[in-house]
């Protein structure tokens, strides 16, 4: 089955601790993108990263790092740093201009 | 970057009734697409238009766009409760790239069985 998944579906943190998001993809996409979703919001851009080893920040990177040593994996780190973590993480690959969507994780830090 | 915007906020409707939402945007787009997000899940596209056309269809979807009052609408055709959903519109902006789609807040739409 090809697809992107994330893991896990939830996950709770205390706050000061870094977490990180994990996002696969098997759809040998170059482009894979991390968006971040409040409630009753849309999806604002956190990174994205259009080929191995490079990536760029979006609209909203501060608190956040990640990294993409393989095509088919770009994780996420939600540091302490992030002023409120606390939302809804979704992971999107693209090779062109419809992006697929992993089921999301929901964050939640107390 | 800029958003598109959708209205209404809230939609709910019979099943069986037609339902349409909009999306609206204040600069030149290459393409703007639809997406589909059930509740807690990830987001799924439904149709993508591009700045040239004016009209798309896809089985019971037909998107329009109006590149000079920098609009699209979506409309569902005899509804059913599984499209009970948030619908979002995403814009591409002119300059190309894949550097992320902008997503508006999303419509939400109740179908009542």
């Known amino acids: 089955d090809g697809g992107i998944t994330q893991s896990p579906k939830y996950l709770f943190r205390k706050e000061g601790q870094n977490v990180t998001l994990s996002c696969e993809q098997n759809?040998?996409?170059?482009?894979m993108y991390w968006y971040r979703q409040d409630p009753g919001q849309g999806l604002r851009l956190i990174y994205y990263?259009?080929?191995?080893?490079?990536?760029q920040k979006g609209d909203i990177a501060e608190g956040y790092s990640v990294s993409r040593e393989k095509k088919e994996s770009f994780p996420l780190t939600v540091t302490s740093a992030q002023k409120n973590p606390t939302a809804f993480y979704l992971c999107?690959?693209?090779?062109?201009?419809?992006?697929?969507f992993g089921p999301g994780t929901r964050l939640t830090v107390t | 970057s800029q958003q598109g915007e959708e209205d209404p906020q809230a939609l709910s409707i019979q099943e069986g009734e037609n339902a349409t939402m909009n999306c609206s945007y204040k600069?030149?787009?290459?393409?703007l697409q639809w997406y589909r997000q059930n509740s807690g899940r990830g987001l799924v596209h439904l149709i993508l238009?591009?700045?040239?056309?004016r009209e798309k269809h896809s089985g019971r979807l037909r998107v329009t766009l109006d590149t000079s009052k920098k609009s699209s609408s979506l409309l569902i055709t005899a509804s059913r409760a599984a499209d009970t959903a948030s619908y979002f519109c995403?814009?591409?902006?002119?300059?190309?790239?894949?550097?992320?789609?902008?997503f508006g807040k999303g419509t939400h739409l109740i179908i009542q069985p």
């Open positions: 999107a690959s693209s090779a062109g201009n419809e992006q697929y």
């Open positions: 759809l040998n996409h170059d482009a």
């Open positions: 990263s259009q080929i191995v080893n490079d990536f």
């Open positions: 600069t030149s787009i290459n393409n």
């Open positions: 238009i591009r700045s040239n056309e």
């Open positions: 995403a814009l591409r902006g002119s300059g190309g790239g894949a550097d992320g789609l902008t």
